[in-house]
RNA sequence: GGCCCCAUCGUCUAACGGCUAGGACACCAGGUUUUCAUCCUGGCAAUAGGGGUUCGAUUCCCCUUGGGGUCACCA
């Protein structure tokens, strides 16, 4: 009796894909996917004004990097125009006396917006609905003849929306140039894909009642309506939009992103499993995804709770398999060196990286030699208080201890705390100076291990360079 | 403005009408022999306001306020 799910994502092709119309898409996925059910994708182009060069590559492969991929050859609106299919439709509705010719000039129906609007009244195009249409020949508008009544309607998300009568009117089903609306198109192609679950934006709640009023015309079932909230902006002012700064999802997947963690955010924002659970794979999404439990407000865009997620699933990734991921956010200097030694510098860096293109800053010394930076020691809260001569005699002592050593980690170790003793230091002030002088940078990997990829040559090197410059 | 949707810490959220309103992010403090990060511990922090219904409201109803959406020959 139940048949299969069938989802479908249907963006328009005028430029990339932000967030908000990505978790639509990952919400239709999962729940197609979830109960092994199909998905589609279908590019609604029937704008022809709007189209964007590029931008339908730009979503599939936007998609693609999510891993989520069509179950059909991909549906073009614009094609199945030329297939006659949606007039085809709009005929059986004509015939039916569903459907008549707008004898209007954009103008004319201009004055009637203005009207009603001096009159406070919403405007109802069907409130000057022409009484004896001229038959339609393709080159005017044709409109649906609405027949207005109250609606309850059940959205999966939303629960009952009552609707009165006012908001149903003789929308357009087919433009003057041809093409639909997808008002009229959307519907035509949902029915003709079988598609079960229609799930899309807010910005559709408000037409719903339209749309069932053309299903009733049509005399075809209605598919599950699931209206999903919008995502705001940071300041939660604004819905999400290009135009408001929102970002191509794929900047994400430049930054260094794992598709799995931008999942994961997307998902859990605006639906949750009713645990605690935050970190979810792609497999557990699948298999505790439910449309029931995802929120009726609108969620807010937080990037600090993507860099978290993003570094958990970093942190988790086998070191192999990162080392395969992060090939191309190397810093420059690092073509010199190989994998086994950069892999040794992915291990040390591992578990505080948020995305990848954080990776030169964090690795760039274990590649390269930097210029002694005095501030690092004039700023350090505890090495400013020595003079430079004890500064001095510290790490020519710390040099000579590591001279040594054979620069393994637990030989290391074991130096560095006789040093320790020997020097009678404060840890701070011993390891953050020899830190400092080896690297060169604000914040490194623990000193032990940090000094045991470096390499010894490379080291004492830099020590005596930092001895220099004192 | 009409219509529709929504409303718990700053953010994402949990709480059959019933324990001190829970968790996570962020932030702050402390700990893990330096720093950054991780990890651990602790802290800060919310039911928008007002009426009902009820023995009892975060939860149900109404009003107000606030936010969002929509009123195209765009989707």
Sequence with gaps: MSSKVRTRFAPSPTGFLHVGGVRTAI???LTAKQSSGEFVL????????????GAEEHIIESLAWLNIKSDEPLIRQSDRVKDGIYKKWAEKLIENGRAYADPYTPEEVQKFREQAQTDKKPFLYRNNRPENPPKWDGKTPLRFKAEPKEYVTHDEVMGEIKTSPEVIDDFILIKSDGFPTYNFAHIVDDLEMGITHVIRGQEFLASLPNYRNLYEALGKKEPVFVTVPHILNEQGNKKLSKRDGAKDILEYREQGYLPEAMMNFLATLGWNDGTEQEI????????????EQIQKGSAHFDEKRLEWISGHHIRTKPLDELYELVKDFWPQAAKNYDDNYKKKVLELVQERMKFFAELPELTQFFFEDLPVNPEL???????????????ESLLEKAKETLEQSDFSREDLQERLNQLLETSSQKPIVLFSLIRISTTQAPASPGLAETLEVIGKETAIKRIAKQLKAL
Excluded at 377 to 391: A, F, I, M, R
């Design 27 to 29: 919400f239709a996925w």
């Design 42 to 53: 279908r590019i609604e182009d029937t704008d022809q004004k709007r189209k964007v060069e």
């Design 280 to 291: 979810f794979a792609p497999q557990e999404l699948l298999q505790k995804f439910q449309l």
């Design 377 to 391: 020691v004039t700023g350090h809260k505890q090495l400013k208080k020595l003079s430079n001569d004890e500064l």
